[in-house]
């Protein structure tokens, strides 16, 4: 099984974005696709008093909600707070076992499986254990996904320096304008970027255009993935 983890420079940056729209894409080309949110914190209550949780329900769509949601997303806490502090308010922990099992399940029902990270690489995910210790553990290539804000070139630079020191492979960087206002740094966040690393700069969400990812410096219409050189990571499953 083939994969892609899908990780971010912080929380709120739009890993459940990318994660559904590269999910969606891999669909259409014919690839048996998983989403898998190892955990997930944050609950809403919806009006007859259920709980839900919205990334869970974005991943579930993109995929057809072909599969059991506990499938998607095995550990979910109220509490929107790291997942071992939303955990302990309930008087539960994260089961560490389980995080690697749920990943595991899907080699029976996916040949590619995108693996969405809660926060960054440092966030803790459980007791004593960081998202970056996960991507270790599962072995796929990472997709960082920077906000185009004030403050990223930092927060980019970092979190891929973490993913060396830890040895992850890194396949590209996908910016996502979360405010409208991307477009002011976007050329010299870009290339301030792209100075100081090896990373292929892949993609951009545009901002209220969240339908698709687009290809940086190419034409709009492309295939993201096949631009960035990034198909190398679903194909031949």
């Known amino acids: 099984m083939r994969g892609l983890f899908v990780t971010g420079t912080d929380t709120g940056v739009g890993k459940t974005v990318a994660t559904s729209l ?37 991943l579930s769509a993109a995929i057809g909600d ?19 502090a939303a955990a302990r308010l309930e008087r539960r922990e994260v089961n560490r076992a389980l995080l690697r099992q749920g990943a595991a399940w899907w080699s ?30 599962l072995g796929f290539p990472l997709l960082i996904i920077s906000p185009l804000v004030l403050g990223t070139i930092n927060h980019t630079l970092m979190t891929i320096d973490v993913a060396r020191n830890r040895r992850l ?12 206002e991307g477009e002011s740094v976007r050329e010299s966040t870009l290339s301030e970027i792209a100075s100081r690393c090896s990373v292929p700069l892949s993609g951009l969400i545009a901002y209220n255009q969240v339908d698709r990812i687009l290809p940086l410096g190419g034409d709009g219409a492309t295939d993201w993935m096949n631009a960035a050189n990034l198909s190398n990571a679903v194909e031949g499953c």
């Open 22 to 58: 590269i999910a969606r894409q891999l669909c259409r080309s014919g690839h048996r696709t998983g989403c898998y949110k190892p955990v997930c914190s944050g609950s809403e209550t919806l009006a007859d008093g259920t709980r839900r949780w919205a990334d869970v329900e974005a």
């Open 66 to 84: 072909a599969h059991p949601r506990n499938r998607i997303c095995p550990q979910t806490f109220d509490a929107p707070l790291a997942p071992p």
């Open 108 to 137: 029976a029902h996916a040949d590619v499986l995108l693996v969405e990270g809660v926060g960054g690489l440092l966030c803790p995910i459980a007791d004593g254990e960081t998202v970056a210790d996960l991507a270790t553990d």
């Open 169 to 180: 492979d890194v396949a590209a960087i996908v910016f996502n304008d979360v405010s409208g």
